[in-house]
Nanobody, 121 residues
Framework: QVQLVESGGGLVQPGGSLTLSCAVS????????MAWYRQTPGKQREVVAH???????KYADSVKGRFTISRDNAKNTVYLQMNSLKPEDTAVYYC???????????????WGQGTQVTVSS
């Protein structure tokens, strides 16, 4: 049974930092790409960053230079380090497992429950 469990969200002031974690089980983590998505009410879920099984990364333009995705295959965990947070980063953040091909991420239907990130003073 595939499980993805996100943690690390919370309330942070603009300019602050947070690190999200996603612990996964039920499949061979090291062989699959992983991604972080976010969603705000009334909007589609959007990809924030993804990391391939070989460690190659790609970011949405809105978070480039501020967010860093990484993975620890020994711990079956993917991380999202978020720096210089802005109010527009407020969203529920989800992790997903999937595949990458030619730099494009293809999500599966395996999602975690999400973790709320709120950036506000």
């Amino acid at each position: 049974q595939v499980q993805l469990v996100e943690s690390g969200g919370g309330l942070v002031q603009p300019g602050g930092s947070l690190t999200l974690s996603c612990a996964v089980s039920g499949y061979i983590f090291s062989l699959q790409a992983m991604a972080w998505y976010r969603q705000t009410p009334g909007k589609q879920r959007e990809v924030v960053a993804h990391i391939a099984s070989d460690g190659a990364t790609k970011y949405a333009d809105s978070v480039k230079g501020r967010f860093t995705i990484s993975r620890d295959n020994a711990k079956n965990t993917v991380y999202l380090q978020m720096n210089s947070l802005k109010p527009e980063d407020t969203a529920v953040y989800y992790c997903n497992r999937g595949l990458t091909y030619s730099g494009t991420y293809f999500p599966s239907d395996s999602w975690g429950q999400g973790t709320q990130v709120t950036v506000s003073s």
